[in-house]
Each structure stands twice: as structure tokens, then as C-alpha cells.
């Protein structure tokens, strides 16, 4: 007979996942994990701006694909707000970064490498990515 034993300890879920910065060492940043109601505060958040850019990819014009790359900005302005819980170990003009500012005066590397990971943490394809 086989007894079936449940553990006295609770499984723990941790809504945040930390990671060391491969562009930059000695930074490291956490990251909200998704959840059904992240999910749905993140697909309203880049709603609009993701029809938006689909239409001016499929314009030929400079003008539309200057467009789309600021689009594509924004969204990932979008991700980084919703995902990014926090960065450690760097200090942009004297202050530790939020969102905005890593996204507006901070290492461009560093800000591609978080957004990258938010992605993949969303479980998102490799199309999808790229937006």
C-alpha cells in the first residue's frame, strides 16, 4: 500500500524574480512575475499603441517607419513600467532608477537587456519579442 503524504509546508510563490545584469556587473534588477491580472493590466497598457504600430509597419513611407520605431519604443517603455520592480547596484545622477529614468537617461544596454528578459518572463515568442 502506498501512503500518500502531504508536506506540512506551504509551497511559497514569490510574485518577483531577481537577476543579475549581464551588461553591466554588479547590477542586478527584480521583476514582477506575470499573473492573470498582470497580464490583462499589461495587454490594456499596450493595446492601442500594438494596432498602431502594426499599421504603420505596413507602410512604406519613411515617415510611417520612423513612426513605427518610436511605437516600438513606447512599448517597450510599457513593458519596462509594468516589469520592473526595482534595480540595484547602479545610480543615475545620484539617485536610484525607476522605469522612467533608466528608460530616459539610463545605459541603453542595460534598459534592451530588462526589457528583453520582462519578454520572457511573459512568455512571450520570438516574433513577439521583437515588437
Do not use: H
Amino acid at each position: 500500500m502506498r501512503l500518500l503524504l502531504r508536506s506540512l509546508k506551504p509551497m511559497e510563490y514569490r510574485s518577483r524574480v531577481r537577476c543579475e545584469a549581464a551588461s553591466i556587473p554588479g547590477v542586478s534588477y527584480s521583476l514582477n512575475r506575470m499573473s492573470l491580472g498582470r497580464r490583462i493590466e499589461l495587454a490594456e497598457s499596450i493595446r492601442d499603441l500594438a494596432v498602431a504600430l502594426e499599421y504603420s509597419r505596413a507602410g512604406e513611407t519613411a515617415r510611417e517607419q520612423v513612426e513605427a520605431a518610436v511605437l516600438s519604443a513606447k512599448i517597450d517603455q510599457a513593458y519596462l513600467r509594468w516589469g520592473l520592480a526595482g534595480v540595484s547596484g547602479l545610480l543615475i545622477d545620484g539617485q536610484p532608477p525607476t522605469a522612467d529614468t533608466l528608460f530616459e537617461r539610463g545605459p541603453e544596454d542595460l534598459l534592451r537587456e530588462i526589457v528583453d528578459r520582462i519578454k520572457c518572463e511573459c512568455g512571450l515568442t520570438d516574433d513577439e519579442r521583437k515588437n
